[in-house]
């Protein structure tokens, strides 16, 4: 190693981790001028201590409230427990700090190969994908860890580490209902998968019976039944899924044809996976495993906000830089790296009476959701030699 080559690859160790502590820092202070401002931790405290005492977590403002599972409620504990602030800031931390390993497991399981060292690119892959995040830390929103953890399944299923890949579905599955997709998806193409997810749901069910009271943590259960049903129908007109894209432009769909699609897609992202699985190596497959995942969340999930597209960026985002050097995707992935910034538009401060949220919002996301399923198809029919750290291992 050359003197002069060292100074370089030490700036590109700690860029990364410097760019993401300021990032929390400014996002910090900001919490701490404006507590309330925006966060859904009141919302997440309230289930919590209405948990422990025995009294129902769904019975304040239930349609708009807290539209998780009982284990929710039970993991946000030690935060609960905390000083306001404390916890307010300690949340963030490690929420964004488990996005940030996320990050860095993508990094070196898809983007790193002989030729291009993980230190080359982690930097523009957090330049890309934490921008994505950036509304989702500040309201301190389950959204954050559960991305970080679908991210975190394709790693370990690339790595053919079952067991903890099904301890991340499980883990994402009790903080919010909407991980199912994914925990379907992977267990349905995945056959290594499902007796431990068996296993691992067994826990996650029974992780609520340790509270003193089983009789209500059974009724409670009940209630989160009750409720979510409710909020399956995504009536509020604040949402940005792909009924909300038509309905900017002038179309609203019967709630018939909603459910149709819902599966039809449904059908077609599974298909999808099943032919990257037969046709990809295992890195491959994972990868696009997780991008489809969180695809069909954004647009078909009926209650995807601005936010919820952090579920995106990562995918986005690397996908753009694993086409960065190839002469024949170099527009391809310039406008990839466009749209994973554009997934920040509603982190974008006002200029005076000039809001890019309020331009954007219901509508970009969205079109970009949608407009990456065909690149996904592509990704998965594309023939390449041209990856070193693809192998040739199926499942």
Known sequence: ?????????????????GFC?????????????????????????????????????????????????????????????????AGEILWRAATFGLFFYALVRLNDFFLSTPRQPAGKT?????????????????NAQFDL??????????????????????????LALALKPLAMVPLLLFGALYGKLIPRLLIGLLIVAALPFLHWNPAFVAHEYVRCFETLVWASKGDEARYSDLAALLSHFGYNAPELLKTIARAFFALL??????????????????????????????????????????????????????????????????????????????AFPKIGDFSVNDLTDRWLKALLALL??????????????????FDDQRI
Request: aromatic residues 14%; proline residues 6%; positive net charge.
């Open 1 to 17: 190693m050359s003197i002069s080559s060292r100074p370089n690859q030490s700036w590109q160790r700690w860029a990364p981790g």
């Open 21 to 85: 502590l300021l990032i929390f820092l400014i996002i910090t202070a900001d919490v701490v001028r404006h507590p309330l401002k925006h966060t859904t931790m009141p919302t997440y405290r309230l289930a919590s201590t209405q948990w422990w005492a025995g009294q129902d977590a769904y019975s304040t403002n239930a349609h708009a409230g807290f539209l998780y599972f009982p284990q929710a409620a039970f993991l946000f504990s030690p935060f609960n427990a905390l000083p306001f602030l």
């Open 122 to 138: 982690f930097l523009i892959l957090c330049l890309l994908a934490v921008p994505s995040a950036l509304a989702s830390l500040r």
């Open 372 to 389: 990456f399923l065909p690149v996904l198809i592509d990704f998965i029919f594309e023939r390449r030699k041209d990856h070193p750290a």
């Open 269 to 346: 992202y599974l298909g999808l996976g099943a032919m990257a699985v037969r046709r990809l190596s295992r890195t491959e497959a994972a990868w696009t495993v997780g991008a489809l995942s969180a695809d069909y969340l954004m647009l078909f999930n009926p209650r995807t906000e601005t936010c919820s597209y952090v579920f995106l960026g990562p995918f986005i985002a690397s996908l753009a830089l694993l086409y960065a050097p190839r002469a024949g995707r170099k527009w391809l992935a310039y406008g990839l790296g466009f749209a994973a910034l554009a997934l920040a538009s509603d």
């Open 145 to 170: 860890p559960v991305a970080a953890l679908i991210v975190l399944t394709a790693a370990e299923i690339a790595s053919a580490r079952w067991t903890a890949a099904t301890a991340w579905l499980c």
